[in-house]
């Protein structure tokens, strides 16, 4: 079983940055993507980024391309998302969700994180 955990939300005014962390533990040799979604007041979760576990390779949502970029250290086992550029429509509860190799969705998340942009 693979544990997340968030950390990094905060409160920003618009243009400003963040980096958000997640740290997994447990059987993380059995991942094989990290996705980071969001979900803002009133709406559905909606798919942000994602990377593979050992490949590095990476998928951003339209709206954040050019602003947000995804990372990984495998020897820390972390995941990151730097968030530049922000806007008020960014504002969300932000989670990373880990994908095993042979599933096809996402299984295991976080508890969330808070980030809040004011204009």
């Known amino acids: 079983q693979v544990r997340l955990v968030e950390s990094g939300g905060g409160a920003v005014q618009a243009g400003g940055s963040l980096r958000l962390s997640c740290a997994a533990s447990g059987r993380t040799f059995n991942i094989g993507n990290i996705g980071w979604f969001r979900q803002a007041s009133g709406k559905g979760r909606e798919f942000v980024s994602s990377i593979t576990w050992s490949g590095g390779r990476t998928r951003y949502a339209d709206s954040v391309t050019g602003r947000f970029t995804i990372s990984r250290d495998n020897a820390e086992n972390m995941i990151y998302l730097e968030m530049n550029s922000l806007k008020p429509e960014d504002t969300a509860v932000y989670y990373c969700?880990?994908?095993?190799?042979?599933?096809?969705?996402?299984?295991?998340w976080g508890q969330g994180t808070q980030v809040t942009v004011s204009s």
């Open positions: 969700a880990a994908r095993a190799i042979t599933a096809a969705l996402y299984e295991t």
